[in-house]
């Protein structure tokens, strides 16, 4: 067993610096497929493709939502590893296509974003990444944050600020800063206050990034500039367990509140409560939310796929 071990750590040292010579005749089944594994990560994943998903294939079940600079809606689905994207046609209505599969080197996809260049981020909340696509072919581009040093732990919400990749650390109440080329910056925020950091989104009135904490049924406002904690935190005995936020018209920031099946409405500048945007009507335990470009409110849910409100109705 010993000196086996000890020829995988050669295998892998020896594709990490290109020097195998092994003939792939003299490798057991098992190292083949150690080898095919770590040489794919090198590469850049297996080779993905966006696939059109009719309608009643699509899951029943999502985590976080994103609306794209591109207008559309992707949609992370931790239950297949799969990520999904939905494009709207005027005589067709909504259209799904799956653009990351299940092999494509994801393992429970959580958080989302799109950037300038068509590039979707998607955290990998079992191997503690976060990897990249081509929104436009579907095609993996690579691994942007690969962490070996223990710092990111379960990455859930993703947040692009200038010169930052902001990821929320879900299981040890940290937000990481990495350059836009992956490389580690910083701690950005940290502490028990966030216990379960899930979802990010950027308040530009008061130069703020807001982050739900789960587990403490809150709504947390730092600093977007150095992360420090404000004062200002939103929720009260209305909100339980928090997992989608969304800015809206008129200052406001929607919440998703996953155990009382509701979406809440906040001033998003001083975390008053508003009141309810959403209930009943069949909504239950909503997850991610994300507000399109014409005004609608798309909100996933834990066992009905998405469902959608219009912000003015």
């Known amino acids: 067993v010993l000196a086996l071990n000890f020829f995988r750590i050669v295998l892998f040292s020896g594709v990490a610096f290109g020097q195998l010579s092994s003939k792939p005749s003299s490798l057991g089944s098992t190292d083949l497929k150690i080898l095919n594994i770590v040489s794919n990560r090198i590469k850049g994943l297996d080779v993905n493709r966006i696939v059109d998903v009719p309608t009643d294939k699509v899951p029943k079940s999502f985590h976080h939502i994103v609306s794209g600079r591109d207008g559309c809606i992707y949609a992370s689905s931790f239950a297949t590893n799969e990520v999904f994207r939905a494009t709207h046609d005027s005589q067709n209505g909504w259209r799904w296509a ?33 990897l990249r696509f081509n929104a436009v072919t579907g095609e993996s581009v690579d691994v942007v944050i690969n962490d070996d040093e223990g710092r990111l732990d379960c990455p859930e919400g993703l947040l692009l600020l200038p010169g930052r990749i902001i990821v929320a650390s879900f299981l040890n109440d940290r937000l990481l800063s990495y350059s836009p080329d992956g490389v580690f910056q910083e701690v950005f925020a940290a502490g028990r206050y966030l216990d379960g950091p899930q979802v990010i989104v950027a308040q530009m009135l008061t130069n703020s990034v807001l982050v739900s904490s789960y587990h403490r049924s809150r709504v947390v406002s730092l600093d977007a500039a150095t992360g420090k904690k404000r004062r200002l935190e939103f929720g009260g005995d209305e909100l339980s367990r928090p997992v989608g936020l969304a800015m809206a018209p008129g200052d ?18 001083s975390g008053a409560f508003l009141g309810t945007f959403a209930a009943g009507h069949g909504l239950w335990a909503p997850t991610g939310i994300a507000m399109g470009s014409d005004l609608v409110l798309h909100v996933g849910t834990f066992l009905d796929g998405v469902r959608r409100y219009s912000y003015w109705r």
């Open 98 to 130: 799956r653009i990351v599969s299940r092999s494509a080197g994801v393992d429970g996809p959580t958080g989302l974003v799109l950037d300038d260049d068509l590039l979707l981020y998607v955290a990998s909340f079992g191997t503690d990444q976060v």
């Open 252 to 269: 406001e920031l929607l919440c998703s509140s996953h155990k009382t099946n509701e979406i809440l409405r906040y001033n998003a500048s």
